[in-house]
């Protein structure tokens, strides 16, 4: 079952750029390679650039084929697979998709009330010259390393009752 989300950019001129994202959006795994891969905008505008992605990785990567071109379980399989874990996959560049084009808005506002929804909702803007990535999960945008530290937070709670 996928966790969809977004991940939006606010540009210097206050527009911002917004893809989905079909796979693993919730905080722990895509929340974590924005914190520790996107914070750089002009590599963002390069992922946002190419449109709707299928999963997120490290990096944005270069044209590959979408699926895995070998047969299960091979070592071909295996080692592909391997390749391909930290590569971005987007709808478009690899699976030659059309109509996943990134949605654009004139700025935040107009991005709040016109975006996609989505479980998880990322975007990096500006804050005092700093690039900030905030999350929505259902009840207005957060801090994201704050949500993702909670998150941590919790989980070990959890784990220590039981």
């Given at each position: 079952?996928?966790?969809?989300?977004?991940?939006?950019?606010?540009?210097?001129?206050g527009?911002?750029?917004?893809?989905?994202?079909?796979?693993?959006?919730?905080?722990?795994?895509?929340?974590?390679?924005?914190?520790?891969?996107?914070?750089d905008?002009?590599?963002?505008?390069?992922?946002?650039?190419?449109?709707?992605?299928?999963?997120?990785?490290a990096?944005?990567g270069?044209?590959?084929?979408?699926?895995?071109?070998?047969?299960?379980?091979t070592?071909?399989?295996?080692?592909?697979?391997?390749?391909?874990?930290?590569?971005?996959?987007?709808?478009?560049?690899?699976?030659?998709?059309?109509?996943?084009?990134?949605?654009?808005?004139?700025?935040?506002a107009?991005?709040?009330?016109?975006?996609?929804?989505?479980?998880?909702?990322y975007i990096?803007?500006?804050?005092?010259?700093?690039?900030?990535?905030?999350?929505?999960?259902?009840?207005?945008y957060?801090?994201?390393?704050?949500?993702?530290i909670?998150?941590?937070?919790?989980?070990?709670e959890?784990?220590?009752?039981?």
């Amino acid at each position: 079952m996928a966790t969809r989300s977004t991940i939006a950019l606010e540009f210097a001129d206050g527009s911002v750029g917004q893809v989905y994202c079909h796979w693993d959006g919730y905080l722990e795994h895509n929340g974590r390679i924005l914190l520790e891969n996107y914070q750089d905008p002009f590599k963002l505008q390069k992922l946002i650039d190419l449109g709707d992605l299928s999963s997120l990785g490290a990096e944005v990567g270069e044209k590959h084929p979408f699926d895995n071109p070998h047969d299960y379980g091979t070592d071909a399989y295996n080692e592909w697979r391997d390749a391909m874990k930290d590569v971005c996959n987007f709808y478009g560049r690899d699976r030659g998709e059309e109509g996943i084009e990134t949605n654009y808005f004139k700025n935040f506002a107009d991005y709040e009330k016109n975006h996609g929804y989505q479980e998880y909702e990322y975007i990096l803007r500006q804050v005092n010259g700093e690039a900030v990535w905030f999350v929505n999960q259902g009840n207005g945008y957060e801090p994201l390393m704050e949500a993702y530290i909670e998150e941590l937070r919790q989980q070990a709670e959890e784990e220590e009752t039981v």
